[in-house]
């Protein structure tokens, strides 16, 4: 039920929120200064992060609500690993690539789990928008990976998901009509 009124907003809302996220962290470092400057980018990058992991987990949920006969697995935990591969840069110092040795290490782990579960999670929303609209089938990679671009640019997502549950509810209007 939340999931599909979150998924339902409408997308000029969400792109404008999209559009404040990205603008309160260099209005929030010149407003504070320069000490408080890493701290507000990382606290700010964590905001955003776990609004779209939020936003994401959303939408695959509502999708998969919507599909009909779907034996996909939800696993709502994977959507927390982004934001847990990014508290890494949180403890680590600034320059700690520079810094060689483990902190380097461990800086390179923890982007690649971020950049890897993130990938992972705009797959698996847009093969459950793909699977909403065209329910009963698998849907094609081509177009499962044609999504996931679309979903990636955060500014284009929002007009996507909801042309895709659009194009869900016109064929459900048809058939009670």
């Known amino acids: 039920m939340l999931a599909r009124k979150i998924a339902s907003i409408h997308p000029v809302i969400v792109l404008v929120f999209w559009i404040a996220l990205a603008l309160a962290s260099p209005i929030l470092v010149m407003t504070l200064g ?5 701290f507000v980018v990382n606290a700010s990058t964590l905001v955003v992060g776990a609004c779209w992991c939020g936003w994401m987990w959303a939408i695959r949920t509502a999708a998969l609500e919507e599909a009909s006969g779907n034996a996909t697995p939800r696993r709502p935990w994977l959507y927390a690993v982004p934001l847990l591969a990014f ?3 949180l403890i680590l110092p600034e320059g700690a690539l520079e810094a060689g040795g483990l902190l380097a290490v461990a800086a390179n782990l923890a982007a690649i789990l971020l950049l890897g579960s993130g990938v992972f999670l705009l797959w698996k929303t847009a093969e459950a928008l793909e699977r909403m609209v065209a329910p009963g089938l698998a849907p094609p990679k081509m177009k ?6 679309l979903l ?26």
């Open 144 to 149: 499962v990976f044609s999504t996931t671009v």
């Open 34 to 38: 320069g000490s408080a400057g890493m």
């Open 87 to 89: 508290l890494p840069f």
């Open 152 to 177: 990636a640019m955060i500014y284009v997502a929002p007009f996507v998901v909801a042309r895709r549950f659009a194009a869900r509810a016109r064929p459900a209007e048809a058939a009670a009509a």
